[in-house]
């Protein structure tokens, strides 16, 4: 029996994904998932970015449902997790409240935005240009060194809008690498990126993310790759997990165990 395991999977609370914890779980054992982690968007405690993620008085609820699914669902192992944007104004946040009072298995880190020039850019859209990739750059790597997170998701989540695999891809992929592999940080081949709409570049018609040029790159360190579904639907729960795991295993990567976020 193939173990299938997704550590990635959202609610309707982010207001971008439907069905709520339960919904995913049924989904989970028809699908025949052993794992589920539950890692909608984080709630934050100054509402920032409010258009995708929970108010920050929505957090019990959350944390609840998937208590109560855990308690209900005997036959799927549950985690409790979210996905994170790091700032160190909300390191405390994460480590004593969601990791510490409110019992979270993991958080996952992950950079939809990143801070420019003192302001906050969206990294759809806003990664097109050296600076831009630069300090996505940065920023993913500060969010790895933060040591709150059991994996980053989507590295290469840039590859939406710098269109070209160039040397500044290959800088900045570089630097993604060499501070995964020092810190021993998985790196997440992003399923829902196999999803979603492919986009027309001079290259050619791909992926926005998983870039494959990125992820073959990656194959010249010693590090860490996690495929998930990233589901935003319950239908969604273990989609394109098979070929993001392909794609890690075509450039030869080593696959990450997280097996000791059950315990
Ligand atoms: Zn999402
Ligand atoms: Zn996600």
């Keep these: 029996m193939t173990i299938i395991k997704n550590y990635h999977t959202h609610t309707y609370r982010c207001k971008h994904a439907t069905e709520d914890v339960t919904q995913y779980c049924q989904a989970a054992i028809e699908q ?22 929970m108010p920050y008085s929505e957090l019990p609820n959350y944390s609840t ?20 944007e790091y700032a160190p104004e909300y390191h405390s946040y994460f480590k004593e409240e969601l990791l510490g009072d409110l019992n979270f298995d993991y958080l996952i880190g992950a950079a939809h935005y990143f801070p ?9 859209g806003g990664a097109n240009t050296v600076t831009g990739l630069r300090a996505y750059t940065d920023y993913f790597i500060e969010s790895m060194q933060s040591g709150l997170f059991a994996f980053m998701a989507h590295p290469d989540l840039f590859g939406n809008c710098y269109h070209r695999w160039d040397s500044n891809t290959i800088e900045a992929s570089r630097d993604i690498f060499s501070a995964a592999e020092s810190l021993q940080m998985p790196l997440e081949i992003n399923g829902y990126g196999l999803r979603k709409p492919k986009i027309t ?7 926005m993310y998983p870039w494959l040029p990125f992820w073959e790159l990656a194959s010249e360190y010693n590090i860490l790759a996690i495929a ?33 976020l059950e315990n």
């Design 201 to 207: 570049t001079d290259d050619g018609v791909r992926c």
């Design 228 to 260: 998930n579904s990233d589901a935003h639907r319950p239908q969604d729960v273990s989609s394109n997990i098979a070929e993001a795991t392909d794609i890690g295993v075509k450039f030869g990567l080593t696959f990450a165990d997280l097996s000791y």
């Design 65 to 84: 449902a998937i208590d109560s699914a855990i308690d209900s669902f005997n036959n799927l192992k549950i985690l409790k997790g979210a996905e994170c």
């Design 32 to 53: 025949g998932l052993q794992v589920l982690g539950i890692s909608d968007h984080t709630a934050l405690p100054d509402d920032r970015w409010p258009n995708i993620r």
């Design 116 to 124: 420019q020039n003192g302001n906050w850019t969206g990294t759809y």
